[in-house]
């Protein structure tokens, strides 16, 4: 399989990446010839360097343009955007029904409409985060 339910935009392989990922960082690697663990821990080339350091080290070093960023940065964008809307159509809810509580001029209709809107919209995206869960409980569970 190249691409991902029907998306042909994205080539990807989550094996394939996994598999890169995995043979490029050299994080899990034993340093050679050196008695003291605690030391060599610390000791990255000539420098010392602590966890934190090696650990950024090798995620810059795996950060490159690859199809798992550009799917990541999209779905991403794509999440943030439909949360976006959410709070919006829940922000225009409330004001309709302050308008509508100070006497303004706005129809009944309109204010159920607008709350409809946003408990829709709500229930929805509780729907997708539901979907999501479930989904990663799924991975998590697979047996490699």
Known sequence: ???????????YNPIKEYNNALNSSHALNAPVGTGDISKADRTVGTNTA???DILTQETEKGQGNTDMDNFMSKMGGAFSDGLNSVNNDAVYADKT?????????ISAHEVMIAAEKSNL?????????????????????MQV
Do not use: C, T
């Open 1 to 11: 399989m190249d691409y991902i339910g029907g998306i042909s935009n994205f080539n």
């Open 50 to 52: 602590s966890f934190d």
């Open 97 to 105: 029904q302050e308008i509508l509580a100070s006497g303004g001029d």
């Open 121 to 141: 919209s709500l229930q929805m995206a509780l729907q997708i985060r539901n979907k999501l869960v479930n989904a990663y409980s799924e991975i998590n569970n």
